[in-house]
């Protein structure tokens, strides 16, 4: 079986709409066979490239055409290809709590790997390197996304109520995982005296 075709095969065990690189494939040949296979998919309409080295199965839709994967779940395959970690930024996670109406113009996220734009369809997305652990704990998961809010509203604007909508938004099992996280001693303490009550009765 020629390298193209291996390439065709496992494509076709990829749900649709489930991003994935290149790097699925390079047990089947060398990189730039794999690439050649991939170009020629794409130019036969077979998958769609929505990031640099990222593809879809395109997921039709009878109402919007192609449907795009969350940029979370494009993020997450980019991450592992590149063995670093990647967690949403405090503005767009203190919106998803319902803790700030702002939205970023662009979506930013922390990054392990290096400061940089990567375009996903038509969104341009930007990458922020931190070298901060405590930034990147539970990437990807809500108790990761509640800390990431926490920090970007910072010691005084944390409060009762801003407690009770992370809360709120987590399970019980999230919250005891962001309660155990590595935090500073502000932060540890807001959620100690406001998280005493449980929302979930």
């Known amino acids: ?19 994935f690189t290149n790097a699925h494939f390079l047990k089947l040949g060398s990189r730039a066979a794999v690439d050649k296979a ?15 080295g990222v593809f879809v199965r395109p997921k039709k839709s009878r109402f919007v055409g192609s449907v795009m994967p969350e940029v979370s779940r494009v993020l997450e395959v980019i991450a592992r290809d590149h063995g670093e970690t990647i967690q949403i930024h405090g503005a767009e996670a203190a919106r998803r709590f319902k803790l700030s109406t702002q939205s970023p113009t662009m979506p930013v996220y ?18 922020l390197h931190t070298t901060s652990r405590r930034k990147l704990q539970h990437a ?27 809360r709120e938004g987590l399970s019980e099992e999230e919250f005891e ?6 935090m500073p001693a502000w932060m540890a303490s807001a959620i100690d005296q406001y998280g005493q009550e449980s929302p979930h009765g």
């Open 1 to 19: 079986m020629s390298v193209a075709e291996g390439v065709k095969k496992r494509i076709q065990r990829i749900p649709r709409g489930e991003p």
């Open 38 to 52: 991939l170009s020629r998919l794409v130019k036969e309409g077979v998958i769609q490239r929505i990031a640099r």
């Open 110 to 127: 922390y990054t392990s790997g290096p400061t940089r734009e990567i375009r996903i369809g038509n969104l341009r997305v930007k990458l």
């Open 140 to 166: 990807g998961k809500k108790p990761g996304m509640a800390l990431s809010a926490l920090w970007y509203l910072g010691k005084e604007n944390v409060n009762a109520e801003v407690v009770r909508r992370i």
């Open 177 to 182: 995982k962001l309660r155990a996280s590595s």
